[in-house]
């Protein structure tokens, strides 16, 4: 049931990261210039009260080295690149098993 859940999860990310990459390509073509949109500012647009909860927490309670990686390089990454590797990290995280019992080792 959880692996169903994170594979299913995993593939609405990957969806969401393809929007995102067909919005950031439609914004570039139309301005004649590279435009991405920072996973921060997406976050700004949908719930701006959590990513200042977010960034409040993270000051207070995560090492300076580690929340300085995250805000560098995690919040300020294109929102598409965010989105796909937290899609591809779910759905392998829910990846079925290994058979070991009633199944040939040849397959």
Do not use: C, Q
Not at 16 to 44: E, K, N, Q
Not at 62 to 89: D, I, K, T
Request: no cysteine.
């Amino acid at each position: 049931m959880f692996r169903f859940l994170f594979r299913f999860s995993g593939l609405w990310l990957l969806a969401g990261a393809f929007v995102a990459l067909v919005i950031d390509g439609t914004r570039s073509i139309t301005a004649g210039r590279m435009i991405v949109m920072p996973a921060a500012d997406a976050w700004l647009a949908l719930h701006p009260a959590s990513i200042e909860a977010l960034k409040a927490m993270g000051e207070r309670d995560l090492p300076a080295w580690l929340w300085n990686f995250a805000s560098a390089y995690v919040l300020n990454a294109p929102l598409w690149a965010v989105l796909g590797v937290l899609g591809v990290l779910l759905i392998l995280i829910g990846r079925p098993g290994a058979r070991l019992i009633g199944y040939s080792s040849r397959d």
